[in-house]
């Protein structure tokens, strides 16, 4: 597609129930980052996938994130047993290679409030 | 590890004022710099971007030197607008394989007319 594209755009959900969010990336990017960003906070990373393996996932704040990618585009992140303290807005982005130096293409993002 | 420091917003501003917002990173190779912007409501958008010492990105009338002696990439343009305001992030990159970008907290900048 022409840009990085998420859905939902705004999703509010229940504590304790579980979120799927998604990322179609640019058409072609074969790496694809998904970040974090709360209120009023710079991003934090959070997965990376080259292709469809996530070489580094040291930033998932617990082992109720997870996120898989298949066929080396659409990526979900999914966010089980919520908690109020997962409410941001959540980035995800693509480039044509490894590491920064192409840039990154952010998609607007999906902002998950959790009540 | 690798860091990106920006100075501390918000940066309230008139129209056709200078700007300067800090930026000093730690890293242990020799990365890529980055400016990303977010205007409201809308994501991140690339800036300029510079990939080695020296180098000069620019772009919208914004501009930042990479400065190795200094560590430090800092953004300026020299008449903002209104239409300037917005959170801008300062970023890094040791483009090799397995990392990702680093950002700063971003700063918000305010222009008024």
């Known amino acids: 597609g022409a840009g990085v594209s998420q859905s939902p755009s705004n999703k509010v959900t229940e504590k304790g129930k579980d979120v799927e969010l998604r990322c179609d990336p640019i058409?072609?990017?074969?790496?694809l980052y998904w970040y974090r960003q709360r209120l009023g906070q710079g991003l934090e990373f959070l997965i990376y996938?080259?292709?469809?393996?996530?070489?580094?996932k040291s930033g998932l704040p617990s082992d109720r994130f997870s996120a898989e990618r298949t066929g080396e585009s659409v990526s979900t992140l999914t966010i089980q047993r919520t908690q109020q303290e997962d409410s941001a807005v959540y980035l995800c982005?693509?480039?044509?290679?490894?590491?920064?130096?192409?840039?990154?293409?952010f998609g607007s993002g999906t902002r998950l409030t959790v009540v | 590890g690798d860091s990106v420091t920006q100075m501390e917003g918000p940066v309230t501003l008139s129209e056709e004022a200078f700007l300067t917002i800090n930026c000093t990173y730690t890293?242990?190779?020799?990365?890529?710099l980055f400016w990303y912007v977010q205007y409201p409501g809308e994501g991140l958008q690339l800036l300029l971007k510079?990939?080695?010492?020296?180098d000069k990105g620019s772009n919208k009338g914004f501009e930042a030197t990479y400065r190795k002696e200094t560590t430090s990439f800092h953004l300026e343009k020299g008449s903002v607008q209104v239409s300037d305001s917005a959170v801008y992030f300062c970023?890094?990159?040791?483009?090799?394989?397995?990392?990702?970008?680093?950002f700063g907290k971003g700063t918000t900048l305010s222009v008024s007319s």
């Open positions: 996938f080259q292709g469809n393996s996530a070489p580094d």
């Open positions: 970023a890094l990159s040791e483009d090799r394989a397995g990392t990702a970008l680093i």
């Open positions: 890293a242990t190779g020799y990365p890529s």
């Open positions: 510079a990939t080695k010492a020296d």
């Open positions: 982005a693509s480039s044509q290679g490894q590491g920064g130096y192409y840039g990154y293409t």
């Open positions: 058409s072609g990017h074969t790496a």
